[in-house]
């Protein structure tokens, strides 16, 4: 038996994701998929299955689903409040929801950007070799109240996993090397640039991040005879009115607004869970300690397997079961413990 889940009803951006479309730059299109793509490597560690399995990625909001058999989902990214049936779930953790059952998600309370997955993925057509909704290029669409996904058979059955919390929520530094257009900022210009900080702007989307900041903008001589050249997720455009704009998952593959650095892709995920007014800071590092930082992410992303536990520990599976103090809060069931040792 195929399994569906069916939305009942859909959050304000509600879209299938998974890691996106590699190759397609040449022909004008971008990569995509998740705006957290760690958040995707945790929902598969928690339910064991692969990671290019597709998502619903959730921003701001969630929405309420319904199963019609038993499925495995798991919760990841932004933490949002999520029950089954008024059963309160745990996030960043995987479950059982029950045929017929109604699960609801609440809204975002530390990031911007929730997942739902499913044991065996979303199994929707692939367009161009993904599932991902690149919804700037037309290929797919927002999820919508009533809509049915089909799910994929999922060979898994464990649930009631767990990871542990990642820090990436809450802002912070973010890491940015050099760019096309770094050394056509002055020297005072770059140094006032990195010790600024600034704050997620409301403006904000899958395209890109506009940064606020108190003080004058940042320009440099030249910006408005830049040739229109390839940007890349990542790259901090210096727009017209002076704030920078820190380019995303959805981007165009050219501009021509000058760049004064770009965000190192394992930091990129830190900007996309940002919410509105969240302090961020950048920092400027080489490209040797970029590559190194980066193929550390990469393989934490390949060992966060080893990372997941159980939510409740079972007795049976505790190797070290003897070194745990299992009595010594004993007490005599005849004793009174009012009464003074004489």
Known sequence: MTASLQILQAGPALSLQDLGRPGYRAQGLT????????????????????????????????????????????????????????????????????????????????????????????????????????????????????????VGADSGKDTAMTLPADPRFGGGVVRVVASMQTEAFAIETRERFFQTPFKRDTRANRMGVRMDHEGDGFSTDGQLSIVSEVIVPGDIQITGDGAPFVLMCECQTTGGYPR?????????????????????????????????????????????????????????NIRDLLNYQLIGGAVSANADPFEEDL
């Open 260 to 316: 004064i650095g770009t965000v190192i892709p394992c930091d990129l995920p830190r900007i996309a869970q940002a919410q509105a007014g969240t302090p961020i800071r950048f920092e400027f590092i080489g490209l040797d300690q970029a590559a190194t930082l980066q193929l550390r992410y990469l393989k934490e992303l390949k060992s966060l397997t080893s990372h997941v536990t159980p939510l409740v520990r079972d007795p049976a």
């Open 31 to 150: 990569l995509g998929g998740a705006a957290d793509p760690t958040a995707i490597y945790e929902g598969a560690a928690l339910l064991r299955q692969s990671a290019t399995y597709a998502v619903i990625e959730m921003a701001g909001s969630g929405g309420s689903f319904s199963a019609d058999t038993d499925i495995r989902i798991a919760l990841t990214g932004a933490k949002m409040a999520a029950n089954i049936d008024g059963d309160p779930l745990i996030w960043n953790a995987s479950h059982m929801l029950p045929a017929g059952a109604k699960l609801t998600i609440g809204g975002a309370q530390n990031g911007s950007y929730g997942y739902l997955h499913v044991g065996g993925g979303f199994a929707t057509d692939p367009q161009m070799g993904s599932r991902a909704s690149h919804l700037s290029a037309g290929l797919g669409h927002a999820l919508k109240s009533g809509e049915t996904l089909p």
